[in-house]
């Protein structure tokens, strides 16, 4: 593929320049944001976030801001996941769903204050949606953009590194907690969370001014433990299960079907718009869910189109993601597989661009 041509429509972000330092060697976009998907190469990339720490430039996680007296009831209209239990300082997972149950987008949501959130978007226009729904309503709520970047460390060091910038507190964070903590005299949110399984932090980055002075300060601090910048890995996202929203699925996926059943209550998330397409389907249960999947033979390649799924000459699904395990030895795959197929151990086999392979279903992932 040719270079992607740069323009205003593709935003650039406070650490770009940073990014360009460190020896950035891939992109992709994503909300019409740069977003760094290679630095040294995938494998060493993965590596080196398995043993080390990396700070990564994931501000293309744009803030939706709610702000106002009715900001609790619209963030409830938007998930099924019922927020009534949810206090200030934590961060939820939480499905989006339109008025037929179909997932919109799988954001984080940080709840700063009673009347005041952040949802932390996935790659999907959410702000267009989320403003209709306050507008239609008539909802007492401002809906915006604000200037929010977050930057994630993450790895085994991220602890003992984020502790050199913002003290010893960073410590007791707890998961999918937040903790307000200065840098150059502003107040930031530090959370505990992040797009891997190796552990770390996601620093909401308010004001793109300071986005320079943190990332330097990261990298000089982060000497000792081998810092490096890095992004979300394709091989350790597949190895943990963690989804792509618009690879791995769509508007055209319900939660349960994403195997995201256990963060919704649909039930109790009364106003959620949702709510009853998906106490139907959830009535009935899916058909088709998302899977790991185990693709046997040579390394395979990236995956940028669906891969079919077959049993015999019968489609069973689709693979939307795949990549070589070093540390499994394996192919590590997911993807929509029908009910039928679903059940671990069952034996597959998938159409790559490079041929037919055996594959076999597991009902975990691998971290
Ligand atoms: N962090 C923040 N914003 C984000 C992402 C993020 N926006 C875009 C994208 N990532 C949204 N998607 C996800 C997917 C998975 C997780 C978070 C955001 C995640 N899942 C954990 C898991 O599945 O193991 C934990 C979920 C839980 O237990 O609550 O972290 O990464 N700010």
């Given at each position: 593929m040719k270079a992607i041509a740069l323009s205003r429509r593709l935003r650039r972000t406070p650490f770009s320049e940073g990014v360009e330092a460190a020896g950035v060697k891939g992109y992709t976009v994503y909300n019409r944001m740069l977003l760094p998907t290679v630095f040294r190469s995938v494998e060493e990339d993965y590596r080196h976030l398995k043993d080390a720490v990396q700070v990564w430039d994931v501000s293309c996680e744009r803030q939706v801001e709610l702000r106002g007296p009715d900001a609790t009831r619209l963030m409830q209209m938007l998930t099924p996941r019922d927020l009534r239990t949810m206090v200030v300082g934590q961060c939820y997972y939480v499905p989006i769903v339109d008025e037929t149950g179909g997932m919109l987008n799988d954001p984080v949501a940080v709840k700063l204050?009673?009347?005041?959130?952040?949802?932390?978007?996935?790659?999907?226009?959410?702000?267009?949606?989320?403003?209709?729904?306050?507008?239609?309503?008539?909802?007492?709520?401002?809906?915006?953009?604000?200037?929010?970047?977050?930057?994630?460390?993450?790895?085994?060091?991220?602890?003992?590194?984020?502790?050199?910038?913002?003290?010893?507190?960073?410590r007791d964070i707890r998961f999918f907690r937040f903790k307000e903590l200065e840098f150059a005299g502003r107040k930031l949110v530090v959370a505990r969370s992040g797009y891997s399984k190796q552990g770390g932090f996601e620093i909401y980055v308010e004001g793109?001014?300071?986005?320079?002075?943190?990332?330097?300060?990261?990298?000089?601090?982060?000497?000792?433990?081998?810092?490096?910048?890095?992004?979300?890995?394709?091989?350790?996202?597949?190895?943990?299960?963690?989804?792509?929203?618009?690879?791995?699925?769509?508007?055209?996926?319900?939660?349960?079907?994403?195997?995201?059943?256990?963060?919704?209550?649909?039930?109790?998330?009364?106003?959620?718009?949702?709510?009853?397409?998906?106490?139907?389907?959830a009535q009935e249960g899916p058909v088709r869910q998302i899977r790991a999947v185990e693709i046997h033979g040579d390394p395979v390649g990236g995956c940028d189109r669906l891969w079919p799924v077959m049993a015999g000459d019968m489609q069973v699904g689709n693979i939307s993601s795949a990549a070589y395990s070093p540390d499994f030895n394996t192919n590590v795959a997911m993807g929509l597989i029908r009910m039928t197929h679903w059940d671990e151990g069952s034996e597959v086999d998938v159409i790559t661009p490079d041929g037919v392979r055996p594959a076999t279903v597991r009902e975990t992932f691998w971290i």
């Open positions: 204050a009673e009347d005041r959130w952040w949802i932390s978007i996935a790659d999907s226009d959410l702000l267009l949606w989320v403003k209709g729904i306050a507008y239609g309503y008539r909802l007492d709520v401002l809906v915006d953009e604000p200037d929010v970047s977050p930057l994630a460390v993450q790895g085994p060091k991220a602890d003992d590194l984020m502790a050199d910038i913002f003290g010893n507190a960073v793109s001014d300071i986005g320079m002075p943190l990332w330097n300060a990261l990298m000089e601090a982060g000497k000792r433990f081998d810092v490096h910048a890095g992004c979300p890995n394709l091989i350790e996202r597949i190895e943990g299960g963690l989804l792509s929203y618009g690879n791995d699925m769509t508007d055209d996926n319900t939660p349960h079907e994403c195997g995201l059943g256990r963060f919704c209550n649909t039930q109790s998330a009364i106003g959620c718009v949702g709510r009853d397409a998906l106490l139907r389907v």
